[in-house]
């Protein structure tokens, strides 16, 4: 391509071309950037070009956080990048300074990390960006109930372009039982509370998983008595519209094994889940990818779920995590006697081998969560000892 000369003699390359090749770098590299010129420093934190670089991360880059299970200590996070290098998540001072981080979710590069003791959640949530070091603390809440048990959702709509924080207040007593419901608005920067309307006699469970502008979790709804005087609970899957506030039932496969062994996770842009079915004496595993298809059928049903892959048995105990590319991504369960013995599994859909991985120093395996790595900011502090 021919060069355009400016008056000096200089040769520089037009706007467009500089993008071009800068949305295809590290965010990490492009914040070391910003101190080439400022009119590099004005490119890169161009809304406009934030956007192409999510864009371009997320479909060519795509990441995974591990965080160890059975972790009570400070946050301990790493990185498995597309070349399935381990990287080490350096914390935040403030993350390090409040000991106790509990992650709660990844969207768009922002990770929504909560602070609990012994379980509890405790205000205050941060909003942090790893690869830019910026971090946000959150407003406290309307109704912030120390040591009241939550279940927390964090994720991003791009019909109203906002991230919101959704703390869902239970009651451990009473089987998990949704209590209120806060919502926090990163555009508006405040809380407000939300109709538990569908959600009266659910019972939700701790792990939630967000995509396409919603927010779901596993639960189950309490039913009406059967002819023996006993309440019936079927299971369901609860949904929150980021963009419009609202929850939702949605049914389980009704063919699927029962396992405390599943995941929510996205197959082809469609809601799917993963299940372990243990095989024996629980010696071995295999791992079931269900898909939603969404539509109407005779009987009325707006949803239907169809099973698509089944794993080969893999000699051990597997706890389905999410799929990552088109690898199934399993945490082992099963204790491991080293810390350097593999802890993490993929089961590629294509060619339906597994692969082992060890990742970071957990025995007891780890919580696997899809990450990308953004310039996208929280509106925080920013830590300027970052160019190192």
Same mark, same amino acid.
């Given at each position: =391509?021919?060069?355009?000369?400016?008056?000096?003699?200089?040769?520089?390359?037009? /706007?467009?071309?500089?993008?071009?090749?800068?949305?295809?770098?590290?965010?990490?590299?492009?914040?070391?950037?910003?101190?080439?010129?400022?009119?590099?420093?004005?490119?890169?934190?161009?809304?406009?070009? &934030?956007? /192409?670089?999510?864009?371009?991360?997320?479909?060519?880059?795509?990441?995974?956080?591990?965080?160890?299970?059975?972790?009570?200590?400070?946050?301990?996070?790493?990185?498995?990048?597309?070349?399935?290098?381990?990287?080490?998540?350096?914390?935040?001072?403030?993350?390090?300074?409040?000991?106790?981080?509990?992650?709660?979710?990844?969207?768009?590069?922002?990770?929504?990390?909560?602070?609990?003791?012994?379980?509890? @959640?405790?205000?205050?949530?941060?909003? $942090?960006?790893?690869?830019?070091?910026?971090?946000?603390?959150?407003?406290?809440?309307?109704? #912030?109930?120390?040591?009241?048990?939550?279940?927390?959702?964090?994720?991003?709509?791009?019909? *109203?372009?906002?991230?919101?924080?959704?703390?869902?207040?239970?009651?451990?007593? @009473?089987?998990?039982? *949704?209590?209120?419901?806060?919502?926090?608005?990163?555009?508006?920067?405040?809380?407000?509370?939300?109709?538990?309307?569908?959600? /009266?006699?659910?019972?939700?469970?701790?792990?939630?998983?967000?995509?396409?502008?919603? +927010?779901?979790?596993?639960?189950?709804?309490?039913?009406?008595?059967?002819?023996?005087?006993?309440?019936?609970?079927?299971?369901?899957?609860?949904?929150?519209?980021?963009?419009?506030?609202?929850?939702?039932? +949605?049914?389980?496969?009704?063919?699927?094994?029962?396992?405390?062994?599943?995941?929510?996770?996205?197959?082809?842009?469609?809601?799917? =889940?993963?299940?372990?079915? +243990?095989?024996?004496?629980?010696?071995?595993?295999?791992? #079931?990818?269900?898909?939603?298809?969404?539509?109407?059928?005779?009987?009325?049903?707006? $949803? &239907?779920?169809?099973?698509?892959?089944?794993?080969?048995?893999?000699?051990? *105990?597997?706890?389905? =995590?999410?799929?990552?590319?088109? /690898?199934?991504?399993?945490?082992?369960?099963?204790?491991?006697?080293?810390?350097?013995?593999?802890?993490?599994?993929?089961?590629?859909?294509?060619?339906?081998? @597994?692969?082992?991985?060890?990742?970071?120093?957990?025995?007891?395996?780890?919580?696997?969560?899809?990450?990308?790595?953004?310039? =996208?900011? *929280?509106?925080?502090?920013?830590?300027?000892?970052?160019?190192?």
């Amino acid at each position: =391509m021919k060069q355009i000369v400016i008056d000096d003699d200089v040769p520089f390359l037009p /706007d467009e071309i500089i993008l071009n090749i800068l949305k295809r770098l590290p965010a990490k590299s492009l914040a070391r950037f910003q101190c080439v010129s400022e009119h590099w420093k004005n490119l890169i934190k161009n809304p406009s070009f &934030i956007a /192409d670089h999510l864009h371009h991360s997320t479909h060519q880059n795509p990441c995974l956080l591990f965080r160890p299970q059975n972790s009570t200590g400070p946050l301990n996070l790493h990185l498995l990048d597309c070349e399935k290098q381990v990287h080490r998540v350096p914390n935040h001072p403030l993350i390090d300074y409040l000991k106790c981080g509990w992650f709660v979710g990844s969207s768009n590069g922002l990770l929504c990390i909560g602070i609990s003791k012994e379980g509890v @959640f405790h205000h205050p949530h941060l909003l $942090w960006n790893p690869a830019t070091r910026e971090v946000k603390q959150v407003p406290k809440p309307i109704d #912030d109930f120390e040591g009241h048990y939550l279940r927390v959702g964090f994720g991003f709509s791009p019909i *109203v372009n906002d991230y919101k924080i959704v703390r869902i207040y239970v009651d451990v007593i @009473f089987d998990d039982l *949704v209590e209120k419901v806060e919502v926090y608005s990163l555009r508006t920067g405040s809380w407000e509370k939300v109709e538990l309307g569908i959600l /009266d006699g659910v019972s939700i469970s701790s792990a939630s998983f967000t995509a396409n502008g919603a +927010m779901f979790w596993f639960g189950f709804k309490l039913e009406e008595e059967d002819e023996n005087g006993n309440i019936v609970a079927g299971n369901v899957i609860i949904s929150f519209n980021i963009a419009m506030d609202v929850f939702a039932l +949605m049914p389980v496969p009704a063919s699927a094994p029962r396992s405390h062994l599943k995941r929510l996770t996205m197959y082809e842009n469609k809601l799917a =889940m993963l299940c372990c079915t +243990m095989i024996g004496n629980s010696e071995s595993s295999l791992i #079931d990818l269900w898909v939603m298809e969404e539509g109407t059928i005779a009987a009325g049903e707006k $949803w &239907i779920w169809t099973k698509k892959y089944t794993s080969s048995p893999y000699p051990c *105990v597997l706890c389905p =995590m999410t799929i990552w590319r088109n /690898d199934i991504v399993c945490s082992i369960s099963t204790r491991r006697e080293m810390d350097d013995e593999p802890n993490t599994v993929l089961f590629n859909l294509t060619t339906k081998e @597994f692969t082992e991985l060890a990742v970071g120093r957990s025995r007891y395996g780890h919580h696997i969560f899809n990450h990308v790595e953004s310039l =996208m900011p *929280v509106g925080g502090t920013k830590l300027f000892t970052i160019f190192v």
